[in-house]
């Protein structure tokens, strides 16, 4: 017998004979199309005297049949608060002007200074479609787009599995290609220049807003001339490449170990952070924009194995990175999940996290030394630790229905790479701790 | 020699039957990696919140998926 | 192995075993309450029986025989009987004509002995033109076959009663699986509680063979075709007892035997007569299907 058709036997069989007996399979066959698969939620994330963020993420699974699965996705997020711009912080009162040049703001002796600027809103999209290609061959695509007041991104991806061994062992391969675009409030400002200042000192404290917004008149127009000879947006393109291999070592253990190459060009600075220029007593002489080169190449190594308890699952991952900014990154994470009861479950989350600092990181920089070709004050880019504690608690309803709700404690320690201190700033806190707590609440449907 | 062939053979059919001698499981074992919680990619929604907040607070991106960030946060 | 029916405690399960449909039959319930596990083996005993007794082929007293023996005349059938026709059908068609129950009447000229005697080319010829489930006229409540022709539950029955003993284990007692094996073609009820999966032996599939396989299974169903003692030997050439339908001709070089784990124990059944009917296309049929399996060749040459 030759079979002229390639049709799956084994799945129409699976359904004709669960006809025949008459019974609910534990594996009917998926040939059929579902229904719409919601899961949505919404997340709180607040840090103490700094940023807080709502999210809300909506996502949308259908099976069309056969494995062939969309998936979409909407996400907002709306972030008010201030975050610290890399200025040090000293014993008298400073004044910054604000990105846009419209006004500006004090900021207290003996406080970090943060820009409270922040108000944005962003709304993201994504689609992704899953099929299956031939025996042991599945494949997907996806696009996503993102945008907020002064950002924009766009992105494509595509990946190829593949499963030997019984489907015991996979392969997978994927890249995406990401265009980002920024537009910067007032403006691209040239890396390492000073940030320019007022040449009235009529700056505000708390509710500048309404003021300077009707102030151009009062500015000089040098001032006005660096605003507007600046360039108004910048873009960046990030190629990524992921190899991964999934290995199920037995009834309940399962192992995946990734491999991911990230590429970025283009403008990768924070146009909004600065760094203080210090005299040798640790008095600030000048602010100046940050500069960061415009290639990054991160390689990242992903581990991660789930096992199957009697009454639970633990999950562990670990993740290094490393790029060629000289960070270099471990991430230790784990999740273990206890049933409790019929339908609920309890899960502990823990989650650690180290990085080293980019060569280029500085708190700040010494007025009586050139100025570096990149420099950059960012916590982000320093040396840090940081942990997550969590707990979530789950529960599914007797109509299918599921709902979980997770509180987190987020608290990240950056610390000093080896940077010597001149006086003045010995008595700063140059290296700010920050406690966030995360609520979220899930439900799907 | 023929002997030997069909010996070699039966052997290697019966290790798999048994199901002990290779790495990984027999379908009708899949019954606990089958379940939702099991799956790698288990509370989807909640890890990709997870990345946009470590996206937009650390270095390191991406790992489990592709690194990209798709917003202006970092 | 006793044809009436036994029930002994064994290490944290209890079995029953008896002698049926040609097969030696165990049922394992994995549970030490002697009174559940034997109201529950006692059951499924009977359905065993039940099954055997309507779709034997060797009977004279059950729907067969009168469908069989009706000479064109329309035969009142129950809804069972539908379904597994229904299910003939869908088999039929989906291995495009290659699997058909009308096609044992061929098994008349052919003995499989391991001889080298071939049927006569001509008895075949006659014998072709009583065969093809497209001749077959049934719906819901009845059928009318030619005269002449023969219908023959010999390859869907046995899995059938196995997996229709398993469900009805299930409905019985929800909590506690159940592993019925009726002569290798096996199903489980659910998954055992305190034991990741059931050990049962079943005849090695080499009839040179005389230990037995251990096999594991959690849940689904396994069932095994093959012809290891039933084959023709001619020129060099072997000829399986597996009859191509449309020519009235062995397949040949089919494996010796196909083990296939699926679903339920019918549905791994089915897979492995079609990959029988493959030839030697055997081993290629499963991979494309993506089921677990395991051909044995024999190389008796």
Partial sequence: MQLTKKTNIAAQLATATCVLLGSAQTHAAPTTSGEWQFDTAILYYGETDRVSLVEGVVSATKDFGDDHIFNGKITYDGLTGASATGAVAQDAVQTFSRPSGKGGYQVAANTTPLDDTFRDSRVQLNANWAQPFSSGIAGGVGVHISKEYDYFSAGLNGNLSFDFNQKNTTLSVGSSFQYDQIDPVGGKPIGLSSMPMRPYSDYDDDDEQSESENSDEFYDSAFTTQYQSREKSADKNTLDVLVGLTQVLNRRTIMQVNYGLSVADGYLNDPYKLLSVVDTTGVTQDIVFEERPDTRTKHNIFWQTKYAMNNGVVDVSYRYMQDDWDIKSHTVESRLRFNVGESGYLQPHFRYYRQGAAEFYRPFLLANEALPEYASADYRLGEMTAYTLGIKYGQKRANGDAWAVRLEYYQQNPQNAGFAEPEALQQQDLYPSIKAMVLQFNYSF | ?74 | MPVELTIEQKNGHIAGRFFAMASDCEILVDSTDKRIAGQIIESLYTECLRIEKKYSRYRTDNIVYQINHAQSARVDIDTETYQLLNLAKTCYELSEGYFDITSGILGKVWSFDGSDCLADKKDVEELLSLVGFSKLNFDQTSITIPAGMALDFGGIAKEYAVDRCANKALALAPEISVLVNYGGDIAVSRPRLHSAYWQVGVAHPDPQKDTDVLVQIAQGGLATSGDANRFLLKDGVRYSHVLDPKTGQPIIDAPASVTVAGDNCTQAGLLSTMALLQGKNAERFLVEQTVKHWCIRLSHL
């Fill in chain 2, 1 to 74: 020699m023929k002997n030997k062939m069909k010996l070699a053979l039966i052997t290697i059919v019966v290790s798999q039957v048994v199901g002990c001698a290779s790495l990984g499981v027999q379908p009708w074992e899949r019954d606990l990696l089958a379940k939702e919680e099991m799956a790698l990619n288990a509370e989807g929604v909640d890890l990709s919140l997870d990345d946009h907040i470590y996206f937009s607070k650390e270095a390191t991106s991406g790992g489990r998926g592709f690194a990209g960030g798709g917003c202006g946060c970092n």
